[in-house]
Every structure is written in C-alpha cells, then in structure tokens.
Nanobody, 111 residues
Framework: QVQLVQSGGGHVQAGESLRLSCTAS????????MGWYRQAPDKTRVSVAL???????NYADAVKGRFTISRDNAKNTIYLQMNSLKPEDTAVYFC?????WGQGTQVTVSS
C-alpha cells in the first residue's frame, strides 16, 4: 500500500520561507518522478515543481528562482523549499508520485 504523508506548511508573512516534506511508504522516491502541486481556492490544481528519476527538476514560471524541489533517498522523502513567499502562493499543496497523492497541506501567505 502506497502512502504519501506530508508535513510542513502554515501561515507566514510575505517574504518569509516555508519547507514542505512528503514521506513515502510503499514506493521509493528515488525510482519515480515526483512532484509538488497546488490548488488555490476556486482554481484547478497545477504543477509547481517536478523532479525526475534522474534528478532533473522543472518549475512553474510563477515559482522559478524562489522554490526548490529536492529529495532525500535515505529518508524516502521529497521536499519543497519555498522562499520569498507571496500572497499569491496561498494554496493547498499536494505531493504526488505515480498516481498517488499526499493528503494536502495549507500554505497561507499574508501581505
């Protein structure tokens, strides 16, 4: 049984930083493309950052230069480091691996 368990998130002021974590069980993050997505109120879920099996990364234009996706194979965990947060980054963030999703975590950025 595959599970993706997220942690992190919260409420910060604009310009501050947060780190999200997503720990997998039943699958190995180093053998799969993994990603972070977000869904703002009344919006569709969109890709934020992706990391391939080989370690290459891809970012949405809105977060380039501010967000960094990484993984720790030993901890079977992926991370999303979010710096210089903006109010428009406010959303529920989800990690994904294969067809599996994390439970979602709220990130709220106040101006």
């Amino acid at each position: 049984q595959v599970q993706l368990v997220q942690s992190g998130g919260g409420h910060v002021q604009a310009g501050e930083s947060l780190r999200l974590s997503c720990t997998a069980s039943g699958m190995f993050v180093g053998s799969n493309g993994m990603g972070w997505y977000r869904q703002a109120p009344d919006k569709t879920r969109v890709s934020v950052a992706l990391i391939s099996r080989g370690g290459s990364t891809n970012y949405a234009d809105a977060v380039k230069g501010r967000f960094t996706i990484s993984r720790d194979n030993a901890k079977n965990t992926i991370y999303l480091q979010m710096n210089s947060l903006k109010p428009e980054d406010t959303a529920v963030y989800f990690c994904r691996g294969q067809e599996y999703w994390g439970q979602g975590t709220q990130v709220t950025v106040s101006s």
